[in-house]
């Protein structure tokens, strides 16, 4: 799960670079912007087959990429 994360995550910088991104990387230090979080979430549901933000029962805002990781990993459906 988090390589392909990294993966997505890496392939929206565009000719932008993304800093290593490590369990500590804060998402909004990445460089991209609202669209760009946008386009990443769209993206990993059509490659995931699902979107945890719209599984999850409360709003969730991840900071960091760990938590961003690891929510994805929480909302994967069985």
């Known amino acids: 799960m988090r390589n392909r994360l990294t993966e997505v995550f890496s ?7 993304i800093p290593a991104l ?9 460089g991209l912007d609202s669209l760009g979080f946008a ?7 059509e ?4 979107d945890p933000f ?7 805002y991840p900071t960091t ?3 961003f990781v690891d929510f994805y990993a929480a909302h994967q459906p069985a």
């Open 11 to 17: 392939s929206q910088a565009g000719d932008g670079e």
């Open 22 to 30: 490590t369990d500590g990387t804060v998402l909004l230090e990445t």
């Open 39 to 45: 386009i990443l979430v769209t993206q990993l549901e």
């Open 47 to 50: 490659e995931l087959g699902y």
């Open 54 to 60: 719209s599984l999850a029962t409360e709003a969730y």
């Open 65 to 67: 990429f760990r938590q």
